[in-house]
Every structure is written in structure tokens, then in C-alpha cells.
């Protein structure tokens, strides 16, 4: 099915189901513990091995000794595979850091070596026995040190004259606003089974995109792709760390045929900060230019990041060319290159710190300018994209967003005046932020089939936590005119029809189209069957009325329908986006500088809601990492030795349940026809880009002290704290 044109009225605007807040299907597998996450599916394959990976003790160089003697006698052991002894494997989608093989080092943990075991802890003492020796050379590690000759990543995007403009403003704001690297910490580590029968391998996995991981596990391992099948029905995390392929897949597929049985793989902690992927630092700097009635006329946003040989940084200007006016612009990123593990995609990349940094400096030009900061959005408000004024907006009510969440969260009764609430020991403030998000869509598959009555859905989409069986169970049972427990929703395996899979954003509406597609030829088929046009009828309680005829859903017999959705080029007419108005109240101790966050609102613009229920838990979960990201989470380098040194959920601080303050969403009742079939839009990333700004101007708003260094701890700000006489 080809979206070549916006949605006109459709069956979703009169849904019974889809809309509505329902309890996730997979909820009751989740909490009872009967769910088979990747590690756990030991009865998918007889006779599994235990894996242990052995990661590099340095960060750059080259192996020049392993001693296996030990480790090959140890109890249980069945085989070692080491990367001097292999060939080095080749690179699928987005890989940039060596996966394994061979005695060259580019960063600290790469895979070394992996040994298998009858148990578990057979593998992990016999791997701790390989002694390694190391040709160490010297690295380049530390950000700030090369920072300064980073060069340009991609060309400037320009508009007018930024520099006279800047010069010639009456008010102007140029700060610097640093954020440290970031890991995924998802709760579920990266985790495989992998088997040969044959040529043909499986891999029981742990991953957000299945097509993309058959299609690179063929060009890693130099096989044909269509003999790999790649099945993860559940994942527990991703946030953008389980896009592409790591050591954890490659290595359980190299090990099982060393060892000649199936082998399982899950990737240690500190490996899943070092070995495999994380969010980059970034050094952004901002200036702004307004006129005194609040009207921006130069903005510029130039953002410093790093990243291995060959790949980009983290581009923390991605939003800025959509959110404000101003017709003088300059926004530029630079990449310098460190031996440090790879960066890569982590929930909202780019967005998530840029908003870090450019809402903060938007409440500091509020603040010269006399005016409230929300006003001052909504001053800066644009009719077009400004990056790129030829280009329309296909749907974007962020001053609703804004002046709605103002209201509920009362921010009528918030003090201008910085650290002016003071009850007993405790300083109060309140902050707010805008937040932009892209709306991608991709092409997305489904199969359907109908056997008495009752409807199986077949994709190789993956439910990252995120709610996406229900929500496809919901789109297939509003197609079809059957109750939501009629409706039996199979996922994450390459057998099935590629689909968009969970990333970006794109994954909801993406999958649940895909799913529309194929519903509207199952539904053509019925009707060819029974004697009706599919187009022309309504399918409701099993039952089909068209014609001034009725039939039974059940009277079709056994069918089966395949197709895909794929979205036309007038969409690149449009900016497709998500927006938010984010809110927050913090408390400050103004002994000690603790900061404790008190509430948090997220006012939403994203289209039809699919599912209220498991939307306000992905926009939730988003303001909680946010707000680890403003308080708590830094991957603190070792510049000496080039890794990350809190490489474990001990050292790398993330907020737990007791740091969680009250959360309250709210999703406008907004429909974007060019998004979809279903209108819909997602949220899963939206609920991340904002929220910490919000903390960080809360903060300034109850003690009057600006940090532009995240994380916002004490230590940054306690010496400067409002006397407490």
C-alpha cells in the first residue's frame, strides 16, 4: 500500500478501540516472570553453552601474547575462541569499532576472546585464567584536550547574515553549555543465543530492528543473510543501544560453531558501557540575538562532539532549525576523533542534549530581557520551518502546549525573581521548557491471517518495552470488527514481514500502518469471498454489514494477507514532528544543596494517541531519564588509560524509584494527516527532549545560581548557595 497522499476521514476516527487506554496484553507474561527475554529462552534449542567475553585491558595497541594453557584445563571448559586466531569479522549496518579478530586495539574492552563452558561460572573463572599481553600505545582520549581542532562535521546550515545580526542586537546571550557521556544502562543487557544447523544459523537476541540485524550479521559473518533467522520477541531496553549488532551477537555466533553446539552470550555490565555503545559528550555554544520586545534576530547554535574513525558526533543542533524564528541563523557541528569506545544512537540522539542547552539559553535571554519565558517562546513562535522557510509544518500546536501546560501546572503563581521562595530550609523553584522531536515514518510489513473468526498478526516488529503488542492487537481488531482478546499478535522474528522496527520514534505509527496495510487486503479478500466490496463495508462484532447486507466475519473460512505500507514522496514537503511543553518544580536545600524534584508535567502534541496508557508510561519513563541526564548520569573518562571508569550501575548514578517525584501528562486531542493512516504520531522520545532543561531553569529559579555544566550536581553550585541568614 502506498501513503501517497494525506489521510482523509477514516475508520480510526470513529474507533472503539484504538484510542483508547488499554492494559498492556503482554502485561500479565511481564510481571509473572513467563516472558522469555533472550538469556532466559532455554527451550528454544537443547544442549546450550554458557559464553564469557573477555574484553581488552587497554585502549589502544595490540595483542602480542595470549597464554590459554589454564584456561583450556579449566573445569567445564569446551572451547575458547580468541581474536588473534580469527580473522577479523566484517562491519554491518552502523558499525564503526571492530566487533572481533585480530591483535589490533582501538578502544578499552573491545572482544578479545570468548570462552565456553558448561556453566556459567565455568566460563567466567577459566576466562579470568587467559593471560594477555599488550603492545600499549599511545591514544588519544580526552575531549577538551582536541576539542579545539575538531573538524566540521557536514556543511553549516546558514540563513541571512548571523554575524552582523548578532552584532546589531539589543540584547544578546552567548554561553556555553557542556553534557558528559552517556550510557543506555537498559535493564536488560545484550544478550544471545546463537545455533548452526548446518549453514543456517538462528540467533535468539536481544534487538530494536530485526531486518537490519539479518541483513548485517550476513556482511559481519560473510554469509548469505537469507540463511540467518534473527528472533527476539522481547527485548527489556534498547533506548537506541540494541540497534545494530554487538560483539555479544557476533560472538555467540562464532563460539557455537567453535564449540559445535549452541552457545548463550549475555554482555557484561562494565562491556555494555565500553564494548558496545554510548552517548557522546557534547560542548555546545549558543548565542542568540533579540530585539527588546523578545523577537529573536540571530541564532546560533555550534555543537563539539567526538567519536571513533569514521562516524559522527552527537548532533545537538538537530532541533534547532525547526523550534524558533529568526531570520539570521548559523548552526554548525564538529566531530573530533578519540580512541575511545564508539558513540552512537541513544533515546532522542541529538535532541535530548541539544534541548539541554538551547532551552536553558532561552529562559537566560527571558531573564535579560525582563520576560516571562513562556512568553517568550510564544513570541519566537514560527509560521514555517526556520531553518528552511519553504517548508510547512504539517501539524504543530506547541503554544497550546505551552499556554495549557502553564495553566494546569499553575505558573501564574511562579516568582521572576531567582531564589525569592524560601520555606524553612528548603528554596523553591519552577522552569520550563519547549521540546521537539522528529516524526520519521518507514516502510513497514505485516501478515494477517483469519481462522474461525479470530486474527493472528505476524511482523518482524519488536516491543522494546514499549507497548507495541497491544497496540498493533488494537489497530488489527479495529480493522477487522473483533474483540481485542480475538486478536493474537506475533513479533521480533526475520521469518516474518519486515516492518520499521523500534527506533527514532518512527515505530508506533510506522508498525501499526503496516498493519492497516495488510488488515485492508485481508478485509478485500473477505469480500471477494462472501460477495462484497471490502471498501464500502463495516466490520464490527464479528460481523460485516455492506450492501444493506449482513455476514459473518467467520463465514470467510482460512485467509491470509500480506502487504506493506510505504509512505509517499509529498511528505518531504512537510516537517513531521512531535512537540511538548515541559514543566517542573524542584526544591533545593539550601544547607546542603541537595536538589529534590517535586513534580513534572509533559503537555504533549502527537497525534492520535493509540493508547493513553502505555503512551503516559513512555512519555514518564522519557522524564526520568531526562532527569537523570540534568542530575545524576555522567560516564566519567579515565584519560589516561581511555575508558569509562563508573562503568557499572554502582558508579553510574540513574534515578531509582524514591528520586521519582509526581508525574502528570497530558496529550492534546490533536490528528496529523500527513503522519499516516493512523494519524498518530510517537512519543517514546518526545517525553526526553525538554524536561531536563526544565530542571536545570527550576534550579536557577530557586537559588539564582546558573550551571551550564551537566550534570547538576551539588558539588558545581554549593559554595555560591543564597545565605541562609
Not at 546463537?194 to 537476541?205: N, R
Not at 511543553?581 to 539550601?590: I, N, P, S, Y
Not at 550501575?649 to 490528528?671: K, N, R, S, W
Request: aromatic fraction near 8%.
Amino acid at each position: 500500500m502506498q501513503f501517497d497522499a494525506p489521510a482523509g476521514s477514516n475508520i480510526f476516527d470513529d474507533a472503539r478501540i484504538v484510542g483508547k487506554s488499554t492494559p498492556r496484553i503482554d502485561g500479565p507474561n511481564k510481571v509473572t516472570g513467563t516472558a522469555p527475554y533472550a538469556y532466559e529462552r532455554h527451550d528454544v534449542v537443547a544442549d546450550q553453552a554458557y559464553g564469557w567475553i573477555v574484553g581488552a585491558g587497554i585502549a589502544k595497541g595490540r595483542i602480542t601474547s595470549m597464554e590459554l594453557t589454564a584456561a583450556k584445563a579449566a573445569p567445564g571448559v569446551i572451547a575458547i575462541v580468541t581474536a588473534p586466531d580469527t580473522q577479523p569479522v566484517g562491519k554491518g549496518m552502523d558499525n564503526h569499532a571492530p566487533l572481533f579478530g585480530g591483535s589490533e586495539i582501538t578502544h578499552y574492552h573491545q572482544a578479545i576472546a570468548c570462552v565456553v563452558a558448561e556453566t556459567f561460572e565455568q566460563a567466567r573463572a577459566a576466562a579470568a585464567l587467559i593471560d594477555t599481553n599488550y603492545d600499549r600505545s599511545t591514544g588519544s582520549f580526552d575531549f577538551d584536550a582536541v576539542r579545539a581542532s575538531a573538524p566540521r562535521s557536514g556543511e553549516a546550515e546558514t540563513l541571512g547574515d548571523f554575524e552582523t545580526a548578532f552584532a546589531e542586537a539589543a540584547v544578546q546571550i552567548d554561553e556555553t553549555y557542556t553534557t558528559p557521556g552517556q550510557t543506555h544502562a537498559m535493564m536488560e543487557p545484550l544478550a544471545t543465543i546463537a545455533a548452526w544447523d548446518g549453514d543456517k544459523l538462528t540467533l535468539w537476541t536481544s534487538n530494536q530492528m530485526i531486518t537490519w540485524a539479518k541483513e548485517s550479521l550476513g556482511d559481519i559473518l560473510g554469509i548469505d543473510s537469507a540463511n540467518v533467522r534473527v528472533d527476539s520477541p522481547y527485548v527489556g531496553g534498547g533506548f537506541g543501544g540494541k540497534l545494530f549488532i554487538r560483539a555479544d551477537a557476533v560472538l555467540a555466533a562464532l563460539a557455537s560453531k567453535a564449540a559445535k553446539r549452541p552457545v548463550k552470550i549475555m554482555m557484561q555490565r562494565p562491556l555494555v558501557a565500553n564494548n558496545a555503545t554510548h552517548r557522546q559528550a557534547t560542548h555546545q555554544r549558543i548565542r542568540l540575538g533579540a530585539r527588546m520586545d523578545g523577537h529573536i534576530t540571530a541564532l546560533s547554535h555550534q555543537n563539539w562532539s567526538y567519536n571513533v574513525e569514521g562516524a559522527s558526533g552527537e548532533t545537538a543542533t538537530a532541533q534547532t532549525a525547526k523550534v524558533y524564528a529568526g531570520a539570521n541563523r548559523l548552526t554548525a557541528e564538529y566531530c573530533a576523533t578519540l580512541d575511545l569506545p564508539e558513540g552512537n544512537a541513544m533515546r532522542a540522539p541529538g535532541e535530548a542534549v541539544g534541548h539541554l542547552a538551547l532551552e536553558v539559553a532561552m529562559d537566560e535571554l527571558a531573564e535579560a530581557l525582563g520576560m516571562d519565558p513562556i512568553e517568550l517562546r510564544v513570541v519566537n513562535e514560527p509560521d514555517a520551518v526556520p531553518g528552511n522557510p519553504g517548508k510547512r509544518f504539517s501539524d504543530r500546536n506547541l503554544v497550546r502546549c505551552l499556554r495549557e501546560g502553564a495553566d494546569r501546572f499553575g505558573w501564574s503563581e511562579r516568582s521572576a525573581t531567582p531564589a525569592a521562595r524560601r520555606e524553612g530550609r528548603w528554596l523553591f523553584g519552577v522552569g520550563v521548557a519547549a521540546g521537539y522531536r522528529g516524526a520519521p515514518t518507514c516502510k513497514s510489513g505485516a501478515r494477517v491471517h483469519l481462522a474461525d473468526g479470530r486474527i493472528v498478526v505476524e511482523t518482524d516488529m519488536t516491543d522494546i518495552g514499549t507497548g507495541t503488542y497491544t497496540i498493533i492487537a488494537q489497530t488489527a481488531a479495529e480493522m477487522m470488527g473483533v474483540p481485542l482478546d480475538h486478536v493474537t499478535v506475533t513479533l521480533g522474528d526475520s521469518s516474518f514481514p519486515a516492518s520499521a522496527g523500534s527506533g527514532g520514534q518512527w515505530g508506533a505509527t510506522s508498525s501499526t500502518a503496516g498493519v492497516y496495510a495488510a488488515c485492508v487486503a485481508l478485509r478485500r479478500q473477505i469480500g471477494e469471498v462472501l460477495g462484497f466490496d471490502a471498501d464500502d463495508a463495516r466490520f464490527e462484532d464479528g460481523s460485516i454489514v455492506a450492501a444493506n447486507k449482513a455476514f459473518r466475519l467467520a463465514d470467510a473460512g482460512t485467509l491470509s494477507a500480506e502487504d506493506t505500507i510505504r509512505f509517499g514522496k509529498f511528505k518531504k514537503d512537510y516537517d513531521v514532528a512531535t512537540y511538548a511543553g515541559h514543566f517542573c518544580e524542584v526544591a533545593v536545600d539550601a544547607y546542603t544543596g541537595e536538589t529534590h524534584i517535586r513534580r513534572m508535567l509533559a503537555v504533549c502534541d502527537a497525534g492520535r494517541i493509540l493508547n493513553p496508557l502505555s503512551a503516559r508510561s513512555q512519555v514518564i519513563g522519557a522524564m526520568v531519564m531526562a532527569a537523570g541526564a540534568a542530575l545524576t548520569e555522567e560516564l566519567t573518562v579515565d584519560t589516561r588509560f581511555g575508558c569509562f571508569v563508573n562503568h557499572d550501575l554502582a558508579g553510574y548514578e540513574v534515578p531509582v524509584h524514591a528520586d521519582i517525584p509526581h508525574q502528570e501528562v497530558i496529550f492534546l486531542d490533536t490528528l496529523d494527516e500527513i503522519v499516516s493512516p493512523m494519524k498518530a504520531k510517537g512519543v517514546g522520545e518526545l517525553g526526553i527532549c525538554g524536561p531536563g532543561a526544565a530542571i536545570a531553569n527550576a534550579i536557577y529559579n530557586a537559588t539564582g545560581i546558573r550551571v551550564r555544566d551537566y550534570p547538576l550536581t551539588l558539588d558545581k553550585y554549593l559554595d555560591r548557595l543564597p545565605a541562609i541568614a
